[in-house]
């Protein structure tokens, strides 16, 4: 339920600026880690960029291929992401989100043309973007 929130306001704050993905995914990591029980001694970052957190941490580019910590992380939060879109794909069942994780799927891209996104598409999704710069 929390991630579904969190999610909402991600894609209103990134609806007319994509450009701010990076920021914001950089505070959800500092809030996911300052929502641990424990604070950890260290973070390792799957990226280029660190997060403002209160504990030491270091990004690594190209993480998941260098950490195995990492690379385990990302496999938890694929499975995560996984379980989320199966969840959404009860509540928007013509999307196939069940199946293909929200990629640009063929029968996702024929439901974004018949029925329009959903409340919790990216705008700066590339197809979507170009279907409404198509219609503007």
């Known amino acids: 339920r929390h991630l579904a929130g969190d999610r909402r306001a991600l894609r209103v704050a990134l609806q007319d600026q994509p450009e701010a993905l990076p920021r914001q995914a950089l505070a959800a ?3 996911a880690v300052g929502a641990l029980v424990l604070t950890p ?3 390792l970052v799957d990226g280029r960029d ?4 209160s504990c030491p941490s270091s990004p690594i580019i190209k993480g998941d291929s260098i950490s195995l910590s990492i690379a385990a992380a990302s496999i938890v939060a694929k499975v995560a992401r996984d ?6 794909a009860t509540l928007y069942h013509d999307y196939g989100f069940e199946t293909n ?8 891209l024929a439901a974004l043309d018949a029925i329009g996104p959903t409340p ?3 705008f700066s999704f590339a ?7 198509d219609k503007a």
């Not at 994780?101 to 996702?108: D, E, L, Q, S, V």
């Open 127 to 133: 197809p979507l973007s170009r279907r409404n710069a």
């Open 41 to 43: 001694a260290y973070v």
């Open 101 to 108: 994780a929200g990629y640009a799927a063929k029968r996702h």
């Open 29 to 31: 990591m500092a809030r």
């Open 50 to 53: 660190r997060p403002p957190l």
């Open 120 to 122: 919790i598409h990216r």
């Open 83 to 88: 379980g989320m879109m199966r969840q959404l």
